[in-house]
Structures are given as structure tokens and as C-alpha cells.
């Protein structure tokens, strides 16, 4: 901007500040009271009485009892000697498959090996590398040796980082005018055969790595590796269970803060809270109210809450890392369901129990799909039940195995999954109910919400 072009914006600024002062000065002070009174209440949110129900800051408050607070208070989270195990467990499918490392990046399966998770590293173009490799001489520690890719100006922040490890974990540095994928392969006591990548590792990382190792072959990590991951110990199913169980608990506080006239955003962000509230992370709910619900992953509307509306819930939130994933297909105490309405809540639920019932170590998983689907298919909802029955859960909402048709996997003892049939008739009516199960070690189901009752009662019990 030229000077003189600069002086005169200068110049009009002024003026029009000169005239609001003297608008200002020309205003009577009662009036001038009215105006401070009325901005100071509007933000302070307080409910006036043109204002709708649906807004009332008041009405819309939680207060979570301090005993629903400490719920997962005595949870703690995997211990060193697990970790150990997991290496162990990790070196010896490598030697098994003559490969002599397995590379990650921060995601859930660092989070498993390194305790390194993305809430502590986040992506991005510059690799953290978590490389793991085995030593022939399994029975002397932990058979795995841990080294650390970083970035040369982060690795203060990255010696911060604690990495559960029975030997010394050896950090490779590299510079910003490096290849870091040449500076990874020095890290590595073997550049030819095979190298596994975590199957969530980046395209251009995996491409990088092969670059920098021409004598090596850079594979996807097979199942063998994953379903280390798949089966949990009782650790993992005790911190699950506490996830689980508080999502509930915290649905139920919020279901009972409902009221006609809410709308879509404001429930979602009192279950938020609920789910911080009682101790949890990274939690959230796709909220969904009457005909919104009929599309499964909806992004909602902001629909008020109406007397004949379900309102569907389904929520997820951690607890040292492990996920938890419940919803509820709710009502108001004043709701007038219809009755077709209900009924389809009721085969529902239905579909779920027998889904669970089905579910046992030496079943396909497929099986346990076909049971619901079958259920409702009878009942004439087939071809409204539009995805599987359910997914794995873990240190990730969503992760194998699946259960799904088609699906041959074997279920085992320490297996997790989330068992969630619905029904959805779009443009009338939603209704999707989950819970959590685990294959116990006699090879039968439990749920991870079975001790503060389970399975959702009634579309007025969640």
C-alpha cells in the first residue's frame, strides 16, 4: 500500500471512531445501563424467556456423581513385564519367518510394542520409526532388540518418551539434510531378506525404506504379527471392561438430562463431557435423533428432540489407550413410541442376545453374523440390517478380526468384538443397540458391560 493511500485509511479510521464517540456521549445512561445489562446476560447464557427450552444453559448441565468419577479409578495400565512379553512374543514369529526386523510407525501397534502412541507423536512427513529386531538368542531377555528412528531436532522429545524395553533402546538420529530411510538401515543388524511393516505404515515410508534397502524385502506384516494383537491378555480385557462400563454410565447420566426439545448438538456435547467427566480420552458420540438415525454413520441434522423420536447414541472413548464402543437406541419417560417403532427396538435387541449366545471359542465368526441376520430376516427386516455384525476393539474402535459374512475366522479365548445389529428404514426410523463381548477362557462369552448390567433393558432403561 502506497503512503497517501495509507494515510487516508488512517484518516477515515478516525472518523468513524470519532462519530461512535459521540453516539456514544449523545445516549442517555439509562440507556446506556439497558445495553451494558442486556450484552452482559446474553453472555453469561442465562435463559430468558423468549429464548427456547432447548437452550436453557441451566437445563442442559451435568453434574456426574463423584462415585461414577472414580469408576476406572483403580485401572492401571500395562505393565513392563507385558510389554517384554509382547517382544518375546514378536521375536520369535520373526525368527519363525526368517525376517530380521518389524518396522512401525506411531499408530496402535507402537502403542502395543513401544508404548508410543499418536497422542504422544503425531504423523507427520518427518518418520518416527519404532524397529524392532529379533536376535538369535531368545531366553536371554526378551529376544528383541528396540531401536528409534527421529528426527535429529526432536530427539530430546523423543528420549522423553517411555519405551518399555529389557535391553537399551538405541536411538538413530537423523538430520534434516539426510536420507532417513538410509540412516534407518543402519540401524538394522541384517539389509537383505525380509523386513515386515506395520500394515498401517504410510505408502511412502514403506517406499522409502525399500529405496534405502535394495537387498531387502519390504512385506507387509502377515497374520502372524497381527493376531498377536488380536487375542487380548487379562490386562487388556480388565481395562476394556472399565471403558465399557463407564460409556454405559455415562450414557445413562446423560439419557437421564433428555428432554423434548434438545437438539442433536447439545446431547452430543453433554456426553462428551459425561465420557471426560468419568475419567476417560479421546471420547465422542455420533448422536442421532428419529429419522436421522436411519442412516448408520449420519452426520445428523441438529434436529430437535421430538415426543416421538428414538434417540440413538453411539459412543466411544479410551482408557490408557483401549477403546471402548457402546450405543443405545433411547427414549424420554413422556416418549410416544409407536408401536411398530418398539417392535423393531425389540427384534433388535432380540438379534443381539442371539448373536451373543451364538458366540463361542471354535465358532466362524461368520456364524455368529448369519444368527442376527438371520433373526431379522425372519422378522421381515432383512433388508434393512445393511452392515456386519460387528468388529474387533482393542487399542483401536474398529480392528480384526471381523465379524462379518464370509468371515472363517476361528474365534478364540481373549478374542474381543463389538456386537451391534440395527435396523434402518431411512426417512422413518434407526435403531442400532452394542455392546462389547469377550471369548473368556472356558471358550464362552461375556460382556465387557455386564457389571453394570449389560445389555440395554428397554428404550427407557439404556
Not at 502412541?117 to 512427513?125: F, I, K, V
Not at 507387509?220 to 488380536?230: G, N, V
Not at 445428523?300 to 472413548?317: M, N, Y
Request: with cysteine; aromatic share 8%; proline share 4%.
Amino acid at each position: 500500500m502506497k503512503l497517501n493511500s495509507y494515510t487516508k485509511v488512517c484518516e477515515e479510521e478516525a472518523a468513524v471512531r470519532s462519530t461512535r464517540s459521540s453516539a456514544l456521549k449523545a445516549l442517555t445512561p439509562g440507556v446506556l445501563l439497558l445495553l451494558v445489562t442486556w450484552f452482559t446476560l446474553g453472555h453469561l447464557n442465562l435463559s430468558w424467556s423468549f429464548r427456547s427450552p432447548s437452550r436453557n444453559f441451566v437445563h442442559n448441565s451435568l453434574t456426574v456423581p463423584v462415585d461414577l468419577k472414580n469408576h476406572c479409578a483403580h485401572t492401571s495400565r500395562i505393565s513392563t513385564s507385558e510389554y517384554l512379553q509382547r517382544h518375546t512374543a514378536l521375536a520369535n514369529v520373526l525368527l519363525k519367518l526368517n525376517a530380521s526386523a518389524y518396522i512401525a510407525e506411531p499408530g496402535a501397534s507402537t502403542t502395543f510394542y513401544g508404548n508410543i502412541s499418536n497422542a504422544n507423536w503425531r504423523l507427520s512427513e518427518r518418520p518416527l520409526l519404532l524397529i524392532i529386531t529379533a536376535s538369535d538368542r531368545l531366553g536371554e531377555s526378551s529376544g528383541a532388540e528396540i531401536s528409534v528412528l527421529t528426527p535429529k531436532f526432536e530427539i530430546t522429545r523423543a528420549k522423553e518418551l517411555y519405551i518399555p524395553s529389557a535391553e537399551t533402546v538405541r536411538y538413530v538420529e537423523w538430520s534434516e539434510d539426510a536420507n532417513p530411510y538410509a540412516v534407518a538401515a543402519k540401524a538394522l543388524s541384517h539389509t537383505t531378506g525380509t523386513i515386515f511393516v506395520d500394515s498401517s505404515i504410510r505408502k511412502f515410508i514403506a517406499d522409502g525404506l525399500q529405496s534405502a534397502l535394495p537387498g531387502a524385502t519390504i512385506l507387509s506384516a502377515p497374520s502372524e504379527i497381527t493376531q498377536l494383537r488380536e487375542r487380548k491378555s487379562s490386562a487388556e480385557i480388565d481395562l476394556l471392561k472399565c471403558a465399557n462400563e463407564a460409556t454405559v454410565l455415562a450414557i445413562r447420566a446423560v439419557h437421564k438430562k433428555l428432554h423434548v426439545g434438545i437438539r442433536e448438538s447439545e446431547a452430543r456435547a453433554m456426553l462428551a463431557r459425561a465420557l471426560s467427566a468419568v475419567g476417560l480420552k479421546d471420547g465422542g458420540c455420533l448422536t442421532l435423533f428419529g429419522e436421522n438415525a436411519a442412516l448408520p454413520h449420519g452426520s445428523g441434522t441438529d434436529r430437535s428432540l421430538g415426543t416421538s423420536d428414538f434417540a440413538l447414541f453411539d459412543c466411544t472413548a479410551s482408557l490408557h489407550g483401549y477403546f471402548s464402543d457402546v450405543t443405545r437406541t433411547v427414549a424420554l419417560p413422556s416418549s410416544k413410541i409407536s408401536a411398530e417403532h418398539r417392535r423393531i427396538w425389540d427384534r433388535v435387541r432380540w438379534a443381539q442376545t442371539i448373536a451373543l449366545r451364538t458366540a463361542h471359542a471354535g465358532v466362524l465368526a461368520r456364524k455368529v453374523d448369519e444368527a442376527a441376520r438371520s433373526f431379522l430376516a425372519a422378522e421381515g427386516y432383512a433388508p434393512y440390517f445393511t452392515h456386519r455384525l460387528g468388529h474387533g476393539i482393542g487399542l483401536e474402535v474398529h480392528e480384526e478380526p471381523y465379524l462379518r459374512g464370509g468371515s472363517n475366522t476361528v474365534m478364540k479365548s481373549g478374542h474381543t468384538f463389538s456386537d451391534e445389529p440395527g435396523v434402518y428404514i431411512e426417512g422413518n426410523v434407526g435403531v442400532r443397540l452394542e455392546d462389547c463381548f469377550f471369548i473368556t477362557d472356558e471358550g464362552v462369552p461375556a460382556l465387557l458391560t455386564e457389571a453394570v448390567g449389560g445389555q440395554s433393558a428397554s428404550p427407557w432403561a439404556p
